[in-house]
């Protein structure tokens, strides 16, 4: 049986480029989704400052995770011009 000779991110001990890109995504959705979530079930205990600060809180999480796709659009158009040539 052959070994390749290329090391992986697991090898080292570090997680895979897969699996942080995965974990970098679903932090700020599992975020907004969560905050959101209690907007929805206790809009009539919160008061207008906590509504408020949670609807932030959901705005800045989605802007992240748009940000972070913007970035693996770019990726990935780089990746595909890179295989063109």
Known sequence: MSRSTTSSPRSTGGP???AAA???LAQPL???ASTSELLVT???QLTDA???DLALRV?????RLAE???GVD???GQESSTRRR
């Open 68 to 70: 972070l796709l913007r």
């Open 59 to 63: 705005d800045r999480n989605v802007r």
């Open 22 to 24: 995965v974990h970098a």
């Open 50 to 52: 906590d509504r408020r």
């Open 42 to 44: 206790d809009w009539e």
């Open 74 to 76: 770019v990726a990935a």
């Open 16 to 18: 895979s480029p897969t």
């Open 30 to 32: 599992a975020v907004a």
